[in-house]
T-cell receptor, first 113, second 117 residues
C-alpha cells in the first residue's frame, strides 16, 4: 500500500516558470490537501478538497491552483513561480470516520531562483 | 480564528532525561481536535496522537504521555527517558470538528528536540 505519493521529491525552478506538483493516494480517501512548510512557520494550508470536483482555499492560496478530477489525484500548480514559493510542500489525505487522521506524503522540496 | 503556540523553539537534553514540549491553543469552537506530529530529520510527518475536546484524560503510550487541560488551553507532550531517536521537530496542531477529514489543520511553529548521547 503506497499511501500518499508525491512527485517530484526535489525541484529547482527559475522565477516565472510554471510547474505542477503531483499528489496521488491509493486509499480511496475523500479528502486531500496541500500544505507548505517554511522555517519557523510550521505548516500552512494552501488548498484542500472534500471530494472530486470540489476544492477550496486555505490560509495561503495565492499563486497556486488546484483541481480534483479524480478521487486519487490532487495536483498543485504554480502558474508563475516566485522566490517566495521556495518551500517544502506536503500533500495529505484522509477519510471521514472514527479513526480520522491526516496521512502525509513525503514532501517536495522546491527552490525558486 | 484558531491558533497554536509552541513557545519552545528548540530544546536540548541528554539521553534519559525527561522532556516536556508545550502547546497552547486558541479556538472559539466548543468541539475541536488536537494533534501531535513528529518530523524526524528524514522529513516525513509521523502522526503521534489525536485528542478531542471532550476527552481530558491524560494518555500514555510507552515513553510518551500527553496532558490535555482545557482550563489552560494546553496540550503538552512529555517524553520520558528520552533517546537519541527522539531527536526531531514536534508539531502540535488544532482542527475543527470531524466531518472535514481534518483537512484544515492549524499547526504550531514546532519545537526542535535534540537528544544527545
Amino acid at each position: 500500500n503506497a499511501g500518499v505519493t508525491q512527485t517530484p521529491k526535489f525541484q529547482v525552478l527559475k522565477t516565472g516558470q510554471s510547474m505542477t506538483l503531483q499528489c496521488a493516494q491509493d486509499m480511496n480517501h475523500e479528502y486531500m490537501s496541500w500544505y507548505r512548510q517554511d522555517p519557523g512557520m510550521g505548516l500552512r494550508l494552501i488548498h484542500y478538497s472534500v471530494g472530486a470536483g470540489i476544492t477550496d482555499q486555505g490560509e495561503v492560496p495565492n499563486g497556486y491552483n488546484v483541481s480534483r478530477s479524480t478521487t486519487e489525484d490532487f495536483p498543485l500548480r504554480l502558474l508563475s513561480a516566485a522566490p517566495s514559493q521556495t518551500s517544502v510542500y506536503f500533500c495529505a489525505s484522509s477519510s471521514v470516520g472514527t479513526n480520522e487522521k491526516l496521512f502525509f506524503g513525503s514532501g517536495t522540496q522546491l527552490s525558486v531562483l | 480564528a484558531q491558533k497554536v503556540t509552541q513557545a519552545q523553539t528548540e530544546i536540548s537534553v541528554v539521553e534519559k532525561e525527561d522532556v516536556t514540549l508545550d502547546c497552547v491553543y486558541e479556538t472559539r469552537d466548543t468541539t475541536y481536535y488536537l494533534f501531535w506530529y513528529k518530523q524526524p530529520p528524514s522529513g516525513e510527518l509521523v502522526f503521534l496522537i489525536r485528542r478531542n475536546s471532550f476527552d481530558e484524560q491524560n494518555e500514555i503510550s510507552g515513553r510518551y504521555s500527553w496532558n490535555f487541560q482545557k482550563s489552560t488551553s494546553s496540550f503538552n507532550f512529555t517524553i520520558t527517558a528520552s533517546q537519541v531517536v527522539d531527536s526531531a521537530v514536534y508539531f502540535c496542531a488544532l482542527s475543527e470538528a470531524p466531518g472535514t477529514g481534518f483537512q484544515k489543520l492549524v499547526f504550531g511553529t514546532g519545537t526542535r528536540l535534540l537528544v544527545s548521547p
